[in-house]
């Protein structure tokens, strides 16, 4: 089985952006690869204009906000440092028992990485000029350079929905088969460890406790 990987364009977003952001990527991700009845439920974002869908389970969206309470903690004791988040689906599969192996494993079939650089807006300054009279605002400036920056973060924020769906429709082929009765495929989602290079370990790691496939590049 190979393991098709999903880079999403890395968004830049500040502290107060990083749960709706998280929410809607995430949400829209699991959405496209649930498989049974579910109940859609549109959710309209509060700081961008835009309606992605949720599944309508409760418990999906528990463990969802749990991971990124987690990941926000994470943020917060590592500041202005880029990150990432992994959304993997697998399949579990029974083993042969013996001494040295679990009776079941998980065998990954999709991952994808959600990139955010959460950064610091900078407090703002007014500028002085020796050959200008002109006196600006400084509220009204900085209330313009927020709604411009707002912008080009929903712009983003779009761009990834785009290549989510892309993805969906574009790669099929692994997909495994669906069980009768199976409303969501098996994931977990992956959020950095305490030091920066944890995160890249514990992923190695995990790849091979559970018997990794061979990822695409």
Known sequence: MNCEV??????????????E???CILHTIV????????RPKDVDLELFEITYVQCGDV???????????????????????????????????????????NKTERLYWEQWYVNLNVTQHPKHHSSKSHHTKLVVDPGESATEERSSRRA??????????????????EKKDHVPPISEGVIYFPYEITIPSSSDSAFGMDMIKRMLHSGHPTMLS
């Open 152 to 169: 080009m973060v929903e712009a983003s924020l779009r761009e990834v929905l785009f290549q989510i769906i892309k993805f969906v429709n």
């Open 31 to 38: 959405f496209h690869r649930a498989l049974g009845l579910v």
């Open 6 to 19: 999903c880079q999403l364009k890395e968004l830049e977003v500040e502290h107060f952006e990083i749960r």
């Open 21 to 23: 952001v998280l929410r």
């Open 59 to 101: 418990e999906l969206e528990k463990k969802i906000d749990e991971k990124i309470d987690h990941f926000i903690s994470w943020v917060e004791k590592h500041p202005n440092k880029k990150s990432q988040i992994c959304l993997s689906f697998y399949e579990v599969k029974s083993k042969q028992p013996s001494w040295f192996t």
